[in-house]
């Protein structure tokens, strides 16, 4: 079971790589996949909005 600490870290992680793909500084990523990270990271939650009990709701609540 995915615990809201791993769930949050993964979130974190995952905006990094995004950042990394749409500005880093390798030419080894395609045009297309950096304009694809930029279009993805604009809908992503901010790093200081994704904490370990607000990634999702619980599955208690409805």
């Known amino acids: ?14 905006r990094d790589l995004l950042m990394e793909l749409a500005y880093g500084h390798k030419r080894l990523v395609r045009q297309e996949l950096r304009s694809e990270a930029r279009v ?5 939650p901010q790093e200081d909005t994704v904490s370990a009990g607000d ?7 409805p």
């Open 1 to 14: 079971m995915t615990t809201p600490d791993e769930r949050a870290r993964s979130l974190r992680r995952a």
């Open 40 to 44: 993805i990271l604009r809908h992503y």
């Open 55 to 61: 990634c999702w709701p619980r599955r208690d609540q």
